[in-house]
């Protein structure tokens, strides 16, 4: 598990007693990144919970989300083993740990990609502000229409499970520069990356409950929209990988 995390001391002990509660059954190892928070963030993830292997990744000052996901990737993968799965999710309480298991299960019926879907049949995001919607929703139909990757309807969500080899297939290839995004952009572009490794996607349906947020929302409407625009004009001139992956 990679949760991403910046000032996020008040989310993190409900959120990791949820995962030690998926512990009992799942074998999970979480590593937190904080992200120069100015808060405990860091504090709470070094003290972890009961039940719950919790490791803490610190970046010194703010570096966005893109990086913090970029250092929890690399992280796992220095300790996974070339059977085990990533998830990446938020760290602000808004994703269920419960549907850890059905990632588990898609995995092992084939999939390399399980994204947790707010736009599939039984997901919502009714609990979110609606200028977030308005965004998420917006940027799904765009990103549908343009790139064309084969079983998502979800871009944009925050909680997804990896197949190891894939990701480091992909690390290989793109090292450093695997996620290059800062903000919001960066969970899109690793998507638009792992393509290039032709890999099965799927989707499980995803409950976000926005109304267990303790803090104030990370995202920067404007500042995300020019980031999207970018990522999609980037994509459409750059070229594919030069070898197959």
């Not at 490794?197 to 409407?221: A, F, M, N, Q």
Request: glycine share 8%.
């Amino acid at each position: 598990m990679v949760l991403p995390a910046y000032n996020e001391a008040a989310s993190l002990p409900p959120l990791l007693a949820r995962l030690a509660e998926v512990g009992r059954t799942e074998m999970l190892t979480v590593w937190v990144v904080d992200d120069g928070s100015s808060d405990a963030t860091a504090e709470v993830a070094a003290a972890g919970v009961d039940g719950l292997d919790v490791r803490l990744v610190r970046h010194p000052v703010n570096l966005g989300l893109g990086q913090a996901v970029r250092s929890g990737l690399r992280a796992a993968l220095d300790s996974a083993g070339q059977d085990d799965i990533v998830v990446v999710m938020d760290a602000d309480d808004t994703h269920d740990p419960g549907l850890i298991p059905l990632l588990r299960a898609e995995i092992a019926g084939g999939a390399d990609v399980v994204v947790c879907s707010r736009f599939t049949d039984g997901g919502d995001d009714d609990t979110a502000p609606a200028f977030r919607r308005l965004l998420s929703r917006g940027a799904a139909g765009l990103f549908r229409r343009m790139l064309k990757v084969d079983g998502v309807h979800d871009f944009t969500s925050g909680f997804r499970a990896y197949r190891v080899t894939l990701l480091e297939r992909a690390s290989l290839h793109w090292g450093e520069r695997l996620i290059e995004e800062q903000g919001f952009a960066c969970m899109v572009e690793l998507l638009l990356k792992l393509r290039h490794c032709h890999p099965v996607i799927t989707e499980v349906p995803l409950k976000l409950r926005y109304d267990r947020k303790r803090g104030p929302s990370k995202l920067r409407l404007r500042r995300t929209i020019v980031q999207y625009l970018g990522l999609l004009i980037r994509d459409r001139l750059a070229p594919a990988p030069y070898r197959e992956l």
